[in-house]
């Protein structure tokens, strides 16, 4: 099987966003499944992950859309905290 790799970059105004987003998400980084890795950081005002995956597509998708989906949560929260 293929292995499908992904890079996410995700670009904020602040720096400071950009690291409490990556810290917000990196746990569900942790343990993933065998065949399954995601990597996220904070990269000056962005965030980056990488993704790759060696198992089916519908894995790799699922994987995305539930960072995706951690990371607009975090926007979310956090812009609540800074009205």
Sequence with gaps: MKKLKAEIKITYEDPRA????AAAVSPDNLNPP???SVETEAVGSS???V???DKKIETF???IDDLLSAIQ???KTLAG???
Excluded: F, P, W
């Design 81 to 83: 905290i800074q009205l």
């Design 51 to 53: 993704i790759t995956c």
């Design 18 to 21: 950009a690291k409490s987003i």
């Design 47 to 49: 965030v980056r992950s």
């Design 73 to 75: 949560s975090a926007e």
């Design 34 to 36: 065998k065949g399954l």
């Design 61 to 63: 998708i699922s994987t």
